[in-house]
Protein backbone atom coordinates (compact mmCIF):
# COMPACT_ATOMS: atom_id res chain seq x y z
CA UNK A 1 0.00 0.00 0.00
CA UNK A 2 1.24 3.31 -0.86
CA UNK A 3 2.38 5.85 1.86
CA UNK A 4 -0.87 8.01 0.55
CA UNK A 5 -3.15 5.50 1.31
CA UNK A 6 -1.74 4.64 4.33
CA UNK A 7 -1.95 8.14 5.51
CA UNK A 8 -5.73 8.59 4.88
CA UNK A 9 -6.44 5.01 6.54
CA UNK A 10 -4.83 6.03 9.49
CA UNK A 11 -7.07 9.67 9.22
CA UNK A 12 -10.13 8.08 8.61
CA UNK A 13 -9.17 5.41 11.92
CA UNK A 14 -8.63 8.53 13.61
CA UNK A 15 -11.96 10.32 12.62
CA UNK A 16 -14.12 7.91 13.72
CA UNK A 17 -11.92 6.66 16.53
CA UNK A 18 -12.75 10.89 17.65
CA UNK A 19 -16.49 10.13 16.17
CA UNK A 20 -17.00 7.11 18.57
CA UNK A 21 -15.83 8.86 21.69
CA UNK A 22 -18.04 11.40 21.08
CA UNK A 23 -20.65 9.34 20.47
CA UNK A 24 -20.31 7.78 23.93
CA UNK A 25 -20.11 11.24 25.53
CA UNK A 26 -23.53 12.24 24.07
CA UNK A 27 -25.09 9.30 25.99
CA UNK A 28 -23.64 9.94 29.20
CA UNK A 29 -22.95 13.62 29.25
CA UNK A 30 -22.28 14.74 32.81
CA UNK A 31 -20.02 11.31 33.04
CA UNK A 32 -16.44 13.63 34.43
CA UNK A 33 -14.89 10.17 33.49
CA UNK A 34 -15.76 9.77 30.22
CA UNK A 35 -14.59 13.35 29.64
CA UNK A 36 -11.52 12.70 31.17
CA UNK A 37 -10.47 9.67 29.11
CA UNK A 38 -11.97 11.58 25.72
CA UNK A 39 -8.92 14.44 26.86
CA UNK A 40 -6.21 11.46 27.76
CA UNK A 41 -6.82 9.50 24.23
CA UNK A 42 -6.99 13.44 22.12
CA UNK A 43 -3.56 14.49 23.86
CA UNK A 44 -2.26 11.02 22.98
CA UNK A 45 -3.61 10.81 19.45
CA UNK A 46 -2.15 14.48 18.60
CA UNK A 47 1.28 13.60 19.82
CA UNK A 48 1.61 10.38 18.11
CA UNK A 49 -1.24 10.31 15.17
CA UNK A 50 -0.63 6.44 14.71
CA UNK A 51 0.13 4.88 18.35
CA UNK A 52 -3.91 4.36 18.79
CA UNK A 53 -4.21 2.29 15.73
CA UNK A 54 -0.92 0.30 16.04
CA UNK A 55 -2.45 -0.45 19.59
CA UNK A 56 -5.93 -1.16 18.49
CA UNK A 57 -4.27 -3.19 15.39
CA UNK A 58 -2.32 -5.39 17.97
CA UNK A 59 -4.39 -5.94 20.93
CA UNK A 60 -8.39 -5.46 18.93
CA UNK A 61 -8.01 -6.56 15.50
CA UNK A 62 -5.33 -8.82 14.90
CA UNK A 63 -7.12 -11.30 18.19
CA UNK A 64 -10.54 -10.39 17.92
CA UNK A 65 -11.11 -9.74 14.34
CA UNK A 66 -14.06 -12.52 13.56
CA UNK A 67 -15.72 -11.34 16.79
CA UNK A 68 -16.11 -8.33 15.49
CA UNK A 69 -16.84 -9.10 11.92
CA UNK A 70 -19.63 -10.95 13.33
CA UNK A 71 -21.10 -8.12 15.23
CA UNK A 72 -20.65 -9.72 18.54
CA UNK A 73 -21.23 -7.08 21.08
CA UNK A 74 -21.52 -9.21 23.85
CA UNK A 75 -18.18 -11.15 23.57
CA UNK A 76 -16.30 -7.99 24.73
CA UNK A 77 -18.99 -7.62 27.76
CA UNK A 78 -17.77 -10.99 28.89
CA UNK A 79 -14.04 -11.23 27.70
CA UNK A 80 -11.03 -10.70 30.25
CA UNK A 81 -8.87 -8.55 28.94
CA UNK A 82 -5.89 -8.87 31.73
CA UNK A 83 -4.24 -11.38 29.76
CA UNK A 84 -4.13 -9.35 27.34
CA UNK A 85 -2.60 -6.57 28.84
CA UNK A 86 -0.41 -7.78 31.54
CA UNK A 87 2.97 -7.66 30.07
CA UNK A 88 2.90 -4.00 29.39
CA UNK A 89 3.91 -1.65 30.86
CA UNK A 90 0.97 0.65 31.91
CA UNK A 91 -1.53 -2.91 31.93
CA UNK A 92 -3.19 -2.51 35.43
CA UNK A 93 -4.01 1.36 34.13
CA UNK A 94 -5.11 0.47 30.43
CA UNK A 95 -7.21 -2.67 32.02
CA UNK A 96 -9.22 0.07 33.52
CA UNK A 97 -10.19 1.90 30.92
CA UNK A 98 -10.94 -0.74 28.74
CA UNK A 99 -12.64 -1.70 31.62
CA UNK A 100 -14.30 1.59 32.44
CA UNK A 101 -15.25 2.02 28.12
CA UNK A 102 -16.78 -1.58 28.10
CA UNK A 103 -19.23 -0.72 31.37
CA UNK A 104 -19.85 3.05 29.13
CA UNK A 105 -21.29 0.57 26.29
CA UNK A 106 -22.84 -2.06 28.73
CA UNK A 107 -24.79 0.33 30.52
CA UNK A 108 -26.42 1.79 27.03
CA UNK A 109 -29.58 0.07 25.46
CA UNK A 110 -29.65 -2.10 22.89
CA UNK A 111 -29.66 0.51 19.95
CA UNK A 112 -27.32 1.84 21.61
CA UNK A 113 -24.58 -0.88 21.80
CA UNK A 114 -25.30 -1.82 17.99
CA UNK A 115 -24.41 1.86 16.95
CA UNK A 116 -20.93 1.25 19.01
CA UNK A 117 -20.56 -1.78 17.95
CA UNK A 118 -20.82 -0.32 14.02
CA UNK A 119 -17.98 2.09 15.00
CA UNK A 120 -15.89 -1.01 16.39
CA UNK A 121 -16.52 -2.45 12.89
CA UNK A 122 -15.57 0.69 11.29
CA UNK A 123 -12.28 1.17 13.40
CA UNK A 124 -11.46 -2.44 12.43
CA UNK A 125 -11.74 -2.39 8.98
CA UNK A 126 -9.95 0.91 8.82
CA UNK A 127 -7.37 -0.98 11.11
CA UNK A 128 -6.85 -3.85 8.59
CA UNK A 129 -6.79 -1.42 5.59
CA UNK A 130 -3.74 0.90 7.37
CA UNK A 131 -1.69 -2.65 7.77
CA UNK A 132 -2.56 -3.98 5.11
Not at 17 to 41: C, E, G, H, R, Y
Request: charged residues 20%.
Amino acid sequence: MSQEKKNAANLGFNKQFSDFMKFVQSIFPDDFDITTMINALSVIQSNSPTVINEVWYKFITSKYGAEIDCGDVNFFFDKDYSTDVQNLKQGAFILEKINDLRQFVKNMNSANQQQAMKYIQKLHNLCKLYHS
